[in-house]
């Protein structure tokens, strides 16, 4: 099973400690929001989670590895949707999607048609060809979320992916995180949306560091 385990995962800067020890299992399949105010360590756990900084106790295991880097998280099937979204603004749309699939050896037919299938999936298949300075931020927003859909990932980490929709789109990124989940994906979004929250599997919610569970995973 590719499930995700964490076992007494802290984060700190310093003396300042931004996630307290924290326990957790995902199976694949599961939609977790975490959930909380500006500063109360969100970010800094999903980025944890995605081994793009290294926590301070505990340790993070997918699929049986614990994960120690970026790079090895990214080989293990590790995606981050940041919340500044990341993209190449002297790339297309499509691009965006397209060349990290290339660089991860996925040939071009497959590459081509994933890139394709995802820019449909987030509304987005006439904008293909219109470089990333050409979208709203919404659309862009849609553009990084398209590239994690994309890469078909075993771990799916998105850092505020509803920040910049309007209701309608929310609705539709949503629809789609929990369509990567029932594909098999473990999905974890860090957002500030109540009504996004609602529709995953479970809430995990953070103050100051410290997470307490709304709605445990069933």
Known sequence: MDELILRGVEV???????VHPVDLMLQPGQLLAVTGPSGAGKSSLLWALGAA????AGSIVLAGAEL????????????VVPQG????????????????????????????????DALTLVGLEESGNHLIEELSGGQQQRVAL?????????????????SDLDAANRERMVAALRGEALRGAI????????????QADGEL??????????????
Do not use: C, I
């Open 12 to 18: 700190r800067y310093g003396d300042l400690v931004a």
């Open 53 to 56: 900084l290294r926590p301070s």
């Open 146 to 162: 398209a590239r994690a859909f994309g890469a078909q990932a075993v771990l799916l980490l998105a850092d505020e992916p509803t």
């Open 187 to 198: 999905v974890v979004m860090a957002t500030h949306d109540p009504e996004a929250a609602e």
């Open 85 to 116: 979204n990341g993209l190449a603004s002297s790339l297309t749309a499509a691009e965006n999607v397209l060349v990290p699939l290339l660089a991860a050896g996925v040939p071009a037919d497959e590459a081509g048609r994933r890139t394709a």
């Open 68 to 79: 120690t880097d970026r790079e090895q998280a990214a080989r293990a099937g590790v995606v």
């Open 205 to 218: 919610h953070l103050d100051e560091g410290v997470a307490t569970w709304v709605r445990p995973l069933g």
